[in-house]
C-alpha cells in the first residue's frame, strides 16, 4: 500500500480532493492508496476549528473506490490528545493554524511503518510511486528544500510539506516526542515546522522537484501550492490555492491540471448539494 497521511479542519476537503484526484490521474499504481486524515474539534478557539466530518469522509471514500475499491481512507479524531498535550500551549496560535501541529502525534497513533505526509495545497505532476519509493530506511524522513528557507535560513532548510516518514526510526529517536515537547515550551517562528527540524537526528534532503514551491517545470513531481512573492504589478505576498481554478488559469497560466481541477468541480458541486440534502432531512 502506499499511505498517505493529512490534517486538518473541515475547510480542507477541497485541498484533500484536489491532492488525491492528481495522485489518482498522474500515477500508474499498482498498489491501493491507504489515506490518514488526522483532525479535531477545537472550535473554542475558532468557529472555523471544526472536524472533518463522517459526510465529508464518505463522500472521498466513495471518489476512491470509484478508481479502486481497495483504496481506503480512516479519520482519526486527536481532539483530547491535543487538549492533552497542546491546549494553551505558547504554539498554539501560530502562523496558520492549530491543524499544523497534529502530524506531531504520528508516533502515538497506529500508523504504518512507511508514511508521505502531504499538505492539503499540493498537485502531483508526475508519478507519486517517484516520490514514495525514495529509501528512506536509514533516516528519520526525506524532505526538500524550502524555496526561501535555503535562501534566507541555510542551504538545508527543508520544507515540512512533503514528508515521506520512517516511523520506525521516528520512534527510535523520538523525534515526535521531541518536537511536541518543543511546541509545548517555546514559542517557535514557524511552529511544527521549526520543532522537527530542531528535533531531527537524521534526514534525507531530496531534490526540489519532490515539493516544488513556486515553479512547474515538466520534472516537477510536486507542485506546492503554498504562498509565495509575486514581483508585478509590485512586490507582495499571495496565497493562491489549486482549488481556484480562476487564479490558477489567470495568474500561474497554469492548464496542464485541467482534467484534475474540472472532476474536482463537479465532485465539489456534488458534495455540496449532498450536505445541503442532508441539512434538509434534519
Known amino acids: 500500500m502506499i499511505n498517505i497521511l493529512f490534517s486538518g479542519n473541515e475547510k480542507v476537503i477541497d ?3 484536489t491532492t488525491l484526484l492528481s495522485i489518482l490521474k498522474r500515477s500508474s499504481l499498482k498498489e491501493p492508496l491507504n489515506v490518514y486524515l488526522l483532525t479535531m474539534d477545537v472550535s473554542h478557539l475558532k468557529d472555523t476549528y471544526k472536524p472533518i466530518s463522517d459526510e465529508q469522509v464518505k463522500f472521498v471514500e466513495k471518489m476512491l473506490k470509484e478508481y479502486n475499491p481497495q483504496h481506503q481512507i480512516t479519520k482519526i479524531d486527536v481532539t483530547n490528545l491535543y487538549m492533552q498535550e497542546f491546549s494553551s500551549c505558547p504554539n ?6 492549530p491543524y499544523t501541529l497534529l502530524r506531531l502525534f504520528a508516533d502515538l497513533l497506529n500508523l504504518p511503518d512507511k508514511i508521505l505526509y502531504l499538505d492539503i495545497d499540493i498537485l502531483f505532476n508526475r508519478d507519486i510511486r517517484l516520490l514514495y519509493e525514495i529509501d528512506v530506511s536509514k533516516v528519520e524522513y526525506a524532505a526538500a528544500n524550502d524555496h526561501y528557507g535555503k535562501y534566507l535560513i541555510n ?4 520544507n515540512a510539506g512533503v514528508l515521506l516518514f520512517n516511523m520506525k526510526m521516528c520512534k527510535e529517536t523520538n523525534i515526535f516526542k521531541k518536537a511536541r515537547e518543543l511546541i509545548k515550551t517555546k514559542k517557535l517562528i514557524f511552529a511544527d515546522q521549526s520543532a522537527l527540524i530542531r528535533s531531527t537526528t537524521k534526514k534525507k534532503l531530496i531534490s526540489q522537484k519532490f515539493n516544488d514551491q513556486k515553479f512547474l517545470h515538466k520534472h516537477t513531481v510536486v507542485r506546492h501550492f503554498s504562498k509565495r512573492l509575486f514581483y508585478l504589478p509590485f512586490p507582495h ?3 493562491i490555492k489549486q482549488w481556484e481554478v480562476s487564479k490558477v488559469h489567470k495568474v500561474f497560466k497554469y492548464y496542464v491540471f485541467d482534467d484534475i481541477l474540472y472532476e474536482y468541480i463537479y465532485l465539489r458541486k456534488k458534495l455540496d448539494n449532498l450536505l ?4 434538509k432531512d434534519e
Open 15 to 17: 485541498g484533500v480532493i
Open 92 to 97: 498554539e496560535q501560530c502562523y496558520c493554524s
Open 155 to 158: 542551504p538545508f532548510y527543508i
Open 237 to 239: 505576498l499571495d496565497n
Open 276 to 279: 445541503k440534502g442532508d441539512l
